[in-house]
């Protein structure tokens, strides 16, 4: 049975929206525009990409982004990709929570992370930015840092002060050779989040 979204009041004028606990807003960071593609600071767009196309969800471009519904054991994943820039992501995961009727807890951000090793998974129910953009702007715009999010490590093979260019570079011939079972098993992360719970979720998956 479908979860019931609208509350009516005694005054049958009166209509009173309420969070849907089944519901889920699944958001992959990351930026626009074809030179971005396959670079690393984009892996949280190819995390809920591969989510949607193992789903078979159809993406719709949207206010302030591209969005994509899919079910998942009773849940709605709502996937979101934000047009808004990585450093403005937080306009967009505000909108969408609102629209969605989703609770804070039921949030989880996408997110890469250059002080993990490539591929190595870490779920969290709150935490610092950690010096990422999209992260500290989600954290201004919610007004605190308690929101579950999943941090893809990505690695830090770089020298000296090329750490921007290297986020935004391409993912090399050697990791792509590794990186579709790695997006996979942070994609069975998000969906494990929505169905056992954070705290069984990191038990798994923060190994």
């Known amino acids: ?5 609208k509350l009516f009041a005694f005054n049958k004028e009166e209509v009173i929206e309420i969070e849907d606990p089944m519901k889920y807003l699944i958001v992959g960071l990351g930026n626009i525009g074809d030179k971005y593609d396959n670079t690393r600071h984009n892996i949280g767009f190819d995390v809920v990409d591969y989510l949607a196309e193992n789903h078979e969800g159809k ?8 969005v994509c519904e899919i079910k998942h054991k009773g849940r709605t994943l709502v996937l979101l990709k ?4 990585m450093n403005r992501s937080g306009k967009a995961v505000n909108y969408w929570m609102n629209k969605k009727k989703i609770q804070r807890d ?6 890469d992370d250059l002080h993990l090793e490539l591929g190595k998974l870490r779920l969290r129910a709150k ?8 992260l500290k702007d989600i954290q201004q715009v919610l007004g605190g840092n308690k929101y579950p999010r999943l941090k893809f490590g990505i690695g830090n093979d770089f020298r000296p002060g090329q750490q921007v260019e290297f986020v935004l570079g391409k993912w090399t011939a050697e990791e792509k050779l590794k ?7 942070a ?3 998000s969906k494990s989040f929505a169905t056992i719970g954070i705290k069984y979720a990191m038990e798994q998956f923060n190994r």
């Not at 993406?59 to 591209?66: E, F, N």
């Not at 039921?106 to 997110?111: E, K, P, S």
Request: no cysteine; aromatic share 8%.
């Open 82 to 85: 934000p047009s808004t820039y």
């Open 127 to 134: 935490g610092s930015d950690g010096g990422h953009n999209g």
């Open 106 to 111: 039921n949030l989880l951000v996408i997110v």
């Open 179 to 185: 990186l579709e079972k790695l997006i996979k098993k």
């Open 59 to 66: 993406w719709k471009t949207d206010t302030l982004g591209d």
């Open 187 to 189: 994609a069975e992360a």
């Open 1 to 5: 049975m479908e979860w019931l979204r």
